[in-house]
């Protein structure tokens, strides 16, 4: 049965969500992905815990369902994670609301700046270069998705590529990649082959492109394939937020590891 359907605007959306509560967070013997709507994933590796991209408040644009995880639930969590600037991706209200109870906050260089600006304290990393959230390794990996410095609003400074970024996590169980909002890079097809990709598959320029999303899964041809990136914001004339999981399945190597999620849904390593 499928996860997803689409709706009168034409929007492949959830069929349902399953909420997310305190005991996602639990200590457990195996590592799980669960995705949170858009960008956001929990990542749950034998206890260590780990937010990306979450966005459970402040959006200023509508939804398609409620985010399966409030802040509220989250009592304890030892790192946040931001690829990059975009309020889809670095929610402010999020960041802030959850310093009381995260033990570390991680982005670029310059996202690490502007949480510090709201008083959460972001710790700052160049492209390529590795940190530990206690038995996890974390990776930077290239990003390219500038895409402000064609946007007069946005001319104040130059965006540059390292301002973006994917994350690479050695887990115990496996490893996990999130290549983040990009253009595909010719540094993609070259990685590790990863147990898990969090895949984007906008059609979208300043995204993979969908031909760039079949081309990175055929890549790595056994790499499971968590949908992300769709079938959450109420925007049907914008690209980012409208992949249909629809358009993969004839397309994709070994279409069985595509693993359309419904938000709050855990998946195991």
């Not at 349902?16 to 749950?44: C, K, M, S, Y």
């Not at 709201?118 to 974390?138: C, K, L």
């Not at 983040?180 to 097809?189: K, V």
């Not at 914008?238 to 399945?249: I, Q, R």
Request: aromatic letters at 10%; a negative charge; glycine letters at 6%.
């Amino acid at each position: 049965m499928k996860k997803y359907a689409i709706n009168d605007k034409n929007q492949a959306m959830p069929a349902r969500i399953l909420p997310v509560n305190e005991e996602a967070f639990a200590p457990q013997d195996h590592t799980t992905v669960t995705w949170l709507g858009n960008a956001g994933i929990l990542i749950n590796a034998q206890g260590t815990t780990i937010l990306i991209d979450p966005l459970l408040c402040g959006f200023d644009m509508p939804l398609l369902f409620d985010i399966p995880l409030t802040t509220d639930k989250v009592k304890d969590l030892d790192a946040y994670l931001v690829t990059h600037i975009d309020n889809d991706h670095f929610s402010r209200e999020t960041c802030q609301k959850l310093k009381d109870v995260c033990h570390a906050y991680h982005s670029t260089q310059f996202v690490a700046e502007q949480m510090r600006e709201i008083d959460v304290p972001g710790i700052g990393h160049d492209i390529n270069e590795s940190f530990d959230v206690n038995q996890v390794r974390v990776t930077l990996t290239p990003a390219k998705h500038n895409w402000q410095n064609g946007s007069s609003k946005y001319s104040y400074r130059e965006w540059k590529e390292e301002d973006y970024c994917g994350f690479w996590f050695d887990t115990p169980d496996g490893t996990i990649w999130l290549p983040g909002d990009s253009r595909l890079l010719e540094s993609h097809l070259h990685m590790p082959s990863p147990d898990v990709i969090l895949f984007d598959f906008s059609d979208n320029d300043w995204h993979i492109t969908l031909d760039g999303a079949i081309r990175l899964a055929n890549t790595y041809p056994d790499a499971k394939l968590v949908c992300i990136h769709w079938g959450t914001v109420d925007a049907p004339t914008m690209a980012p937020f409208n992949g249909n999981p629809d358009s993969l399945y004839e397309r994709v190597v070994n279409p069985d590891r595509i693993c359309v999620l419904y938000p709050g849904e855990a998946m195991p390593l």
